[in-house]
Every structure is written in structure tokens, then in C-alpha cells.
């Protein structure tokens, strides 16, 4: 199996990869595993695999990999949070996953869990993912660490340009590229590119592309990831949210154009929030390759 960032920058094609979380039901698990036999005829580069909030599906999150990477023949990431334990524990999770042949990690601080609104660093753990990739590196791991980043700045940063800063500490520490929160304008994206190349930031960073299935999406969305959503596609989407199939025409179609942009312009690849669904990736992938 390969290391992503080897993926990254020996490919002469844009790499194309989905992000599933772990289901919390056997029937999800088996919808899961049908949306990735469905989207895998489109031979991602890479898939990953989230954790829950505060580190709910930990020894889930694992198992889902390994059997993506043992049964499907795709190389898979395996998220990684340091939310709820210590570094011996985290130490322990890091020999399974190592052991289980999982080259590659997504190293997040993680979310706290639902009900506590504030990430509480626990003791003998660490407060963010640059002191968790810098553990990892510390302790001789050779996994592939990639990174999140905002380009509408992490909801925690007083400015953007902090958060830039912050994230220029995280790849000093060893991430070896970056995928973005999602994002519905491209020149955000493209302002935040240039804003990194100043900071001294050289890895590659990916897109995290995520389209709107239905209308309520958006306001959490716009919670979630704190992006912001053109006010003439909400409009448009608003007068369709009673019609499916309208809906997901225009928004589709607007993805799509965002995804076209960005791969005229250069970028190593595109990452798909995918919500473990299918068809809205596959239509848009359709278009694509």
C-alpha cells in the first residue's frame, strides 16, 4: 500500500479520494459498504475514515479501514483524534493501527463530545493536532500524517491569519499535506492558497468538496464549517427545496462547476465529503473523469 502524499506528488492526474464515517447500525454499516463498492468503479486514489465526536468510534473507525484496504484493495486513511485520552492510550492506538498495516493518518484535534460545546485538553494529552503529529513523529511512527485547515478560518481562531500561522506550526510538526474544511466559493479557496504560500507553507492542500443534498443542509453547513454559502444558490435552492429532482439538478450542477474550476486551476486533487451516499459524488465524478 502506498503513502498519499507519495500519491499526491508522483500522480500525472488530479487524485481524486471520498471520506465515509463509521455507522452506528448494522444496517448502515451494510449501506456503507454498498456506497463504497458503488463509488469504488471510479478508482478513488485513497478513501478515509472519520472518528466520532469525542472519540466515539475509535476501535470502529479502525476496523472500517482495515476491511476498505483488505477487501476493496483501496489505499485507506484512518482519522485520528487526541479528544478524551492521554498519550500512553493514544500510544496504544497508534501500535493497532500500525499493526493492522494502515500507513496513513488524517491527525485531528477532534471535537469534544456532544454536549460539551468546548474542547477540554486531557491530562497527560494534548491540546491540538500539532502537538498530536508532533508526538507521532517523536515517537518514530512512519505514517503518512495528513492535516484539516479552514480556509474560512477554524471557528476556535481569533483571525485568519492566526489560524494560518498556527497551521504553518503544523506542518513544521510533520503533516505531510492538508485537506480543507468544505468550502461553496472557489476564490476563498484560492485567496487562502495564496495566503499559505506566503506563510512558508509548501504542502500540498486539497480541496474538501461537499455537495448540498437537500435544503436544511445549509444553515448547518454554514455552523459546521462557518462557510459561506453564495447568496444567489441559496436563492436558487430555496425556490426548489419542495422538488427533489430540481434540487439536486442545481445543485449538482453547481459543484460540479466549482470542482471544474478548481482542477482548471491546478489543484492536486479533490476530496468528497460523501456522507456515505453515492449518487451525488458518482453524478458529479461522471463529469469529471
Known amino acids: 500500500m502506498s503513502k498519499i502524499i507519495d500519491i499526491y ?4 492526474k488530479p487524485v481524486f479520494s471520498f471520506e465515509f464515517f463509521p455507522p452506528k447500525t448494522v444496517e448502515g454499516e451494510e449501506k456503507l459498504f454498498l456506497t463504497i463498492e458503488n463509488l469504488s468503479q471510479l478508482n478513488p486514489s485513497f478513501v ?53 498495516g494502515i500507513k496513513n493518518l488524517m491527525a485531528l484535534r477532534g471535537d469534544p463530545p456532544k454536549g460539551e ?9 494534548f491540546e491540538n493536532a500539532t ?22 478560518k477554524h471557528p476556535d481562531a481569533p483571525t485568519l491569519e492566526i489560524d494560518i500561522q498556527n497551521l504553518k506550526h ?18 476563498v479557496f484560492f485567496d487562502f492558497l495564496e495566503n499559505t504560500k506566503k506563510t512558508g507553507i509548501n504542502k500540498p492542500i486539497i480541496p474538501g468538496i461537499m455537495p448540498i ?16 454559502i453564495p447568496e444567489s444558490l441559496v436563492t436558487e435552492l430555496e425556490a426548489l ?25 491546478g489543484v492536486f486533487g479533490i476530496h468528497f465529503y460523501t456522507l456515505n451516499q453515492s449518487r451525488a459524488t458518482f453524478e458529479i465524478m461522471k463529469k469529471l473523469i
Open 48 to 100: 478515509s475514515v472519520t472518528y466520532g465526536a469525542g472519540g466515539t468510534t475509535r476501535t470502529k473507525t479502525v476496523e472500517i479501514s482495515r476491511k476498505i484496504q483488505d477487501d476493496f484493495k483501496i489505499e485507506t486513511m484512518c482519522h485520528f483524534t487526541c479528544v478524551g485520552v492521554d498519550s500512553n492510550q493514544i500510544k496504544e492506538t497508534l501500535d493497532s493501527i500500525h499493526n493492522f
Open 170 to 187: 503544523k506542518v513544521d510538526a510533520g503533516a505531510d499535506f492538508l485537506i480543507t474544511q468544505l468550502f461553496f466559493k472557489n476564490s
Open 131 to 152: 502537538e498530536l503529529i508532533s508526538f507521532i513523529k517523536s515517537e518514530g511512527y512512519s505514517f503518512c500524517l495528513g492535516g484539516g485547515c479552514y480556509p474560512e
Open 9 to 12: 506528488l508522483k500522480s500525472n
Open 213 to 228: 443534498t437537500n435544503f436544511n443542509q445549509i444553515a448547518r453547513f454554514k455552523e459546521m464549517a462557518g462557510c459561506e
Open 117 to 125: 460545546g468546548k474542547f477540554t485538553k486531557t491530562k497527560g494529552g
Open 241 to 265: 427545496k419542495d422538488d427533489p429532482i430540481e434540487f439536486q439538478k442545481k445543485s449538482l450542477a453547481y459543484t460540479t462547476g466549482q470542482c471544474k474550476e478548481l482542477l482548471q486551476n
